[in-house]
Nanobody, 116 residues
Framework: QVQLVESGGGLVQAGGSLRLSCTAS????????MGWFRQAPGKEREFVAD????????YYADSVKGRFTISRDNAKNTVYLQMNSLKAEDTAVYYC?????????WGQGTQVTVSS
C-alpha cells in the first residue's frame, strides 16, 4: 500500500504564491509518476502537473503553464508544486497522485483558496 501526505495549502491573495508538498511512503516501485490534480466546487477533478520519478520529465495543464512548477526530491520521496501568480480560478482542493501503469494512489487533499 502507498500513503501520500500533502501539506502547504492555505489562503492567499491573487498574485501570491504557495508551495504544496506531498511525501510518499509504503510500497515502492521502480517506475512511476507523481503529480497533482485539483477539484473546484461543482467541477470534476482535473490534471494539474506531474513528473516522472526516474527522469524528472514534467507535464503541465495549459491553465498553469508558466505559473506552476513541479519538482521532486528523490531522497525524501517528496514532490513539490510551486504555485506563483495565483488566480481566483486556481481555488480548489489539490490532490497528490502517484500513478503506476493503471494503479492510482491519492492523498487526502489540501485546500487552496485564492482571494481576488
Amino acid at each position: 500500500q502507498v500513503q501520500l501526505v500533502e501539506s502547504g495549502g492555505g489562503l492567499v491573495q491573487a498574485g501570491g504564491s504557495l508551495r504544496l508538498s506531498c511525501t510518499a511512503s509504503g510500497r515502492t516501485f521502480s517506475s512511476y509518476r507523481m503529480g497533482w490534480f485539483r477539484q473546484a466546487p461543482g467541477k470534476e477533478r482535473e490534471f494539474v502537473a506531474d513528473i516522472t520519478w526516474s527522469g524528472g520529465v514534467t507535464y503541465y495543464a495549459d491553465s498553469v503553464k508558466g505559473r506552476f512548477t513541479i519538482s521532486r526530491d528523490n531522497a525524501k520521496n517528496t514532490v513539490y508544486l510551486q504555485m506563483n501568480s495565483l488566480k481566483a480560478e486556481d481555488t480548489a482542493v489539490y490532490y497528490c497522485n502517484l500513478r503506476v501503469t493503471t494503479l492510482n494512489y491519492w492523498g487526502q487533499g489540501t485546500q487552496v483558496t485564492v482571494s481576488s
